[in-house]
């Protein structure tokens, strides 16, 4: 198990950036696959971005490709998500996600994370 804490959510104009970072508790972080998606009121959650524990391999919505970058520091436990040129529709809350399987297949399919964090929102004004 791991424990999964969000932060740097904010209230951002449209075209401006964030940095999410995802801080996670336990051992073995290095071999968890780790997901970023996010849930705008209304809607169902989404998967925004993914980032192999084993190869690196990133994965992205299309919705966010060219926009938006996951990256990792094992060292530190983190995972971050950052966030360029934002669009009002990018408003939800994003939440971080943790998979401990083997082989990272359907990173966009949120019943293949294992743990999850509490969210931190992200508001862009237009």
């Known amino acids: 198990q791991v424990q999964l804490v969000e932060s740097g959510g904010g209230l951002v104009q449209a075209g401006e950036s964030l940095r999410l970072s995802c801080a996670a508790s336990?051992?073995?972080?290095?071999?968890?696959?780790m997901g970023w998606f996010r849930q705008a009121p209304g809607k169902e959650r989404e998967f925004v971005a993914g980032?192999?524990?084993?190869?690196?391999?990133?994965y992205f919505a299309d919705s966010v490709k060219g926009r938006f970058t996951i990256s990792r520091d094992n060292a530190q436990n983190t995972v971050y998500l950052q966030m360029n040129s934002l669009k009002p529709e990018d408003t939800a809350v994003y939440y971080c996600?943790?998979?401990?399987?083997?082989?990272?297949?359907?990173?966009?399919?949120?019943?293949?994370?294992?743990?999850w964090g509490q969210g931190t929102q992200v508001t862009v004004s237009s």
């Open positions: 996600s943790a998979s401990s399987m083997r082989y990272y297949i359907r990173p966009a399919d949120p019943g293949r994370y294992d743990n």
């Open positions: 336990g051992r073995s972080f290095s071999t968890y696959n």
């Open positions: 980032i192999s524990g084993s190869s690196g391999n990133t």
